[in-house]
């Protein structure tokens, strides 16, 4: 039987937080801590096996003052041209051996383990592509199987991640209903920050 529980996290948190006046989301406070540790313990606390995060902007500042342990850390240079960069640097960067990777995105902090753990639970079942739905509208989390990493790499360009991914494999992909457990609503903006009483 394949084995279906080495599943990585890989968490997207490059971004310089343009419309938040150039502050990076990794370092973003929420609930007394930063943005990148909040998604990184809830990947882990979800089932995870191991945690990726990819950083970018200021990303010497947040590997000194972020508390990331026993998590391997990418950098990505080229974090500006968007998010589909951040994500070839993460698969590029994965530990051999993992069933699938669980995408991961740093601004959502609605998304807690019991998200994570029912994208798990869909993979465990059989599912290589899965995508968490919230009243049935597509969001993240999204996880890969190993069998699509390659396309997913290879269709990464801009602020497109693993859309055309997730596109060309409409049919294959398992939504997993996750709006009684978490929020899809990310952090983007000063309105957003006060919403979510981060900043």
């Known amino acids: 039987m394949e084995q279906r529980d ?14 938040l006046g150039g502050r990076p ?9 930063p943005l990148v540790e909040h998604a990184a313990a809830a990947a882990r606390a979800g089932g ?29 240079p080229d974090w500006a041209s968007g998010m589909g960069s951040s994500l070839r640097a993460g698969l590029a960067a994965l530990p051999a051996g993992s069933s699938a990777v669980l995408v ?3 601004d959502t902090p609605g998304v807690g383990p019991a998200a994570v753990a029912r994208l798990l639970a869909a993979h ?13 509208r597509r969001g993240h989390p999204v996880l890969i199987g190993a069998g699509y990493l390659a396309e997913a790499a290879a269709g990464a360009r801009g602020d497109a991640g693993a859309r055309a991914l997730l596109a060309a494999h409409a049919d ?11 929020s899809a609503d990310d952090l983007d903006t ?6 979510w009483g981060a900043g």
């Open 48 to 76: 995870c096996r191991e945690v990726t995060v990819v950083l970018g902007a200021d990303r010497d500042r947040v590997r000194s003052t972020a508390h990331l342990p026993d998590c391997r850390l990418v950098a990505n």
């Open 25 to 33: 989301k990794a370092l973003l406070p929420y609930r007394g801590r």
């Open 104 to 106: 991961m995105l740093v």
């Open 124 to 136: 465990r079942a059989g599912a290589g592509l899965a995508a968490a739905t919230y009243g049935g």
């Open 6 to 19: 080495a599943v990585t996290a890989l968490v997207l948190a490059a971004g310089g937080g343009r419309r």
């Open 172 to 182: 294959e992909l398992v939504p997993v209903e996750c709006a009684d457990v978490a």
């Open 190 to 195: 000063p309105a957003d920050l006060a919403r």
